[in-house]
């Protein structure tokens, strides 16, 4: 590959990072898709799989070069919604002992949360909601997992070591999600210091869950299964199963998350470690 490549991998990465980012931020705070009928910023996301076949077609790679193998796409998408199923059931059940113990009941309801044009937020049930979730958020991962598992793993690992390739990705993926503290700041939705520790949380949350999809990567030798682990966690657990209580709905959806992704990430982690020192016997 390096052959095809005129810049460094590292340059190259930074290069469609920052291409994927502005597209980003001109989706969130111009065009602002989420707060319209559409109710999802995918936009963006369309520009970064654009950005991403151009790439790859400048490069010389394939989509199988990157992880998108056809003959383990159906066993690669079971196995990581088994995972996330089995991780989320745990915390759904955590998050609903919590409210118990507090002598709030709370209950699980299946609806489409968006926003409308006047900012305030609707339930949608109708099934052409849900279908357009999926659809998105199949968008929405496609995206995410070919350019930071996939592309950038792939091109990073050409001149490094695969874990500090990992550690890159992650930490550009962390970055990739402080838009939306940053947006709710500017908007006069948060203070400051909220916003700073929303976007520190965010890094964190989303460098974990980004380090584990790599690390699936890296276990199956494609990117299946932590695609299908980050859509059962971007549609059921943050857009479709809401945890209601007499407070109102999803006050711990981030306690929720992030329970399932540190369930996740150690039962990952012991996976790989296993399977490198059953490799190294």
Request: net charge positive.
């Amino acid at each position: 590959m390096g052959r095809n490549m005129k810049c460094k991998p590292d340059h190259l990465c930074i290069a469609i990072f920052a291409l994927c980012l502005s597209a980003r931020f001109v989706e969130y705070f111009l065009i602002e898709t989420d707060k319209t009928a559409i109710g999802e910023n995918v936009l963006h996301k369309v520009v970064g799989i654009i950005i991403l076949a151009l790439v790859l077609k400048r490069v010389n790679l394939s989509w199988s070069d990157i992880g998108f193998h056809r003959n383990s796409f159906v066993r690669g998408i079971l196995k990581g919604s088994l995972l996330g199923s089995v991780c989320f059931a745990i915390s759904y059940g955590l998050e609903l002992a919590i409210f118990i113990l507090q002598g709030n009941p709370a209950h699980l309801e299946l609806y489409i949360s968006s926003f409308s044009l006047t900012g305030s937020q609707i339930n949608h049930t109708d099934f052409v909601f849900f279908l357009l979730c999926v659809l998105f958020n199949v968008i929405n991962v496609w995206m995410e997992e070919g350019v930071f598992r996939g592309l950038f793993l792939k091109t990073l690992s050409e001149t490094k070591p695969f874990m500090q390739a990992n550690y890159i990705a992650a930490f550009l993926f962390g970055v990739w999600h402080i838009v939306m503290p940053i947006r709710s700041y500017i908007n006069g939705e948060m203070s400051f210091a909220a916003m700073l520790l929303m976007g520190i949380g965010y890094m964190i949350l989303a460098g974990i869950m980004g380090i584990k999809w790599g690390l699936l990567y890296r276990i199956t030798g494609n990117l299946w299964a932590g695609l299908g682990d980050h859509l059962f966690n971007n549609t059921v657990a943050t857009n479709m199963l809401h945890v209601v209580s007499l407070n109102g709905a999803d006050e711990l959806q981030i306690v929720r998350i992030m329970a399932a992704q540190i369930i996740s990430f150690a039962f990952v982690l012991v996976i790989y470690y296993y399977k490198n020192r059953k490799g190294n016997r």
